[in-house]
Each structure stands twice: as C-alpha cells, then as structure tokens.
Nanobody, 122 residues
Framework: QVQLVESGGGLVQPGGSLRLSCAAS??????????MSWYRQAPGKERELVAGIASTDGSTNYASSVKGRFTISRDNTKRTIYLQMNSLLPEDTAVYYC?????????????WGQGTQVTVSS
C-alpha cells in the first residue's frame, strides 16, 4: 500500500532554513497519475496547501504566503520529494504533511503521511 514518511522537521529561529523530505513507497513514484504536494496545519487552523509538483512535467505551484521562500522538488531515483524552506517566519509554524493524489478519469485517491512538526521561534 502507499506509504509516505516525512522527516526533517524541528525547531528553527526566524530567518532560518529547513529541508523536509517525504519518502514514498507502495506505488510507481513517477507514474503520471500521481501528483505530490506538501500541506501544513497550524493549531486551530485548517490544513492548507503549501506547494505541489506534477509527475508529468515537474511543474510546481505554491501558496502565495510561501512563494519565493519555499521550493518543492522531487528525486525520482530516491522516490522522495523535498520542501526547502528558507527565510522562515513564526507563522510558518505547523505540522507539515506530504500528500500523494492519484487521479484516474474523474476519480481520485489521497494518501497522507503522518506529518512532521516545524516550529519557528526565537
């Protein structure tokens, strides 16, 4: 079955950087029917999309709040996606989740990792 395992979270000072990783297994990682993304959920808030990357052409999209600071990438040989986070702000504090969405015709299936905590604080 599909498994997603995040790592790389931690405590960092404002202005610092972190790189999150999401190791995937249980499916063909570069299958064009799968799209990968990062979400986050802060306490008391809804889960929100941070960044996404397509398997077809590697195109990316970002939430406006992180554009220019975060970069999503993928390594198909390692079956891993990354989220490089620079110039971190206290409002970036959240649990970060990796998601795989498989789309076939008009149906889709979402798979989530367990999340990794990112805390930005001095």
């Amino acid at each position: 079955q599909v498994q997603l395992v995040e790592s790389g979270g931690g405590l960092v000072q404002p202005g610092g950087s972190l790189r999150l990783s999401c190791a995937a297994s249980g499916f063909t990682f570069n299958d064009r029917t799968y799209a990968m993304s990062w979400y986050r959920q802060a306490p008391g808030k809804e889960r929100e999309l941070v960044a996404g990357i397509a398997s077809t052409d590697g195109s990316t999209n970002y939430a406006s709040s992180v554009k220019g600071r975060f970069t999503i990438s993928r390594d198909n040989t390692k079956r891993t996606i990354y989220l490089q986070m620079n110039s971190l702000l206290p409002e970036d504090t959240a649990v970060y989740y990796c998601k795989a969405r498989r789309t076939l015709l008009s149906s889709y299936w979402d798979y989530w990792g367990q999340g990794t905590q990112v805390t930005v604080s001095s």
